[in-house]
């Protein structure tokens, strides 16, 4: 459900003079990802954040670099970095999760911004681009964006589609903080029908 929201809406979502930035948070397991479908299908140009640093760690040489040199060789495959034996270290280990967030987090950013910049040039812009970014809130990345829609979920139902075994949602804002902070919040325990409508008004409200 849409939640109501009391700050008032930034100035800059008035002018069209270009594509008004959107991004989706949220936490894991709650449905980010099939939001950002959502928006897709209803015409906007979309990007996820995680798979620029599945990109980032496939391909990019200093990031490459980087890893071997704290992980060691045995954490590179045929294709780059081998995001499983990373995530077997990080995830027990918050000291080597902030290392990996700080390596990754300004490159993330940079493609981002990279990205907006290449759809604002297109002749034909769209009206929204529309960013999937897990640690928005986290990493101060609000401030980069026109609108933030916050999907959220029952803990159970989050479980169930995909199950945690680490302690990442403890270094997550709060979920209740998120939702007070987002210009748009959804509760995503219904139907994928359902999510399609929310995010169709989403979209019908952000381009009128």
């Given amino acids: 459900m849409q939640r109501p929201q009391n700050r008032p809406r930034p100035r800059r979502l008035l002018t ?4 008004l930035a959107v991004a989706i948070t949220g936490p894991i397991g709650a449905g980010k990802s099939a939001a950002l479908e959502a928006f897709a299908r209803h015409g906007a140009e979309t990007i996820s954040s995680d798979e620029i640093v599945h ?17 060691g060789p ?4 045929e294709d780059g ?3 499983a034996k990373i995530a077997e270290i990080v995830f027990s280990d918050p000291d080597q999760l902030d290392w990996l ?5 300004p490159r993330v950013v940079r493609e981002n911004l990279a990205w907006r910049s290449e759809q604002e040039s297109k002749q034909e812009a769209p009206l929204l681009t529309v960013s999937e970014v897990p640690l928005l809130y986290e990493t101060g990345a609000e401030q980069r964006f026109d609108a933030v829609v916050v999907i959220t979920a029952p803990e159970r139902v989050r479980q169930e589609r995909r199950p945690l075994a680490d302690d990442r949602e403890q270094r997550l804002l709060p979920e209740d903080e998120k939702v007070a902070l987002a210009d748009y ?4 325990d219904g139907t ?17």
């Fill in 81 to 83: 970095a081998d995001r």
């Fill in 16 to 19: 069209r003079t270009r594509p």
């Fill in 74 to 77: 045995e954490v590179m495959g």
């Fill in 55 to 71: 990109r980032l760690l496939r391909s990019d040489p200093e990031v490459r670099q980087e890893l071997v040199e704290r992980f």
């Fill in 185 to 188: 919040a959804y509760v995503n």
């Fill in 101 to 105: 967030e700080e390596l990754l987090h």
């Fill in 192 to 208: 994928l029908e359902d999510l399609d409508a929310f995010v169709a008004d989403v979209v019908g409200k952000l381009t009128a």
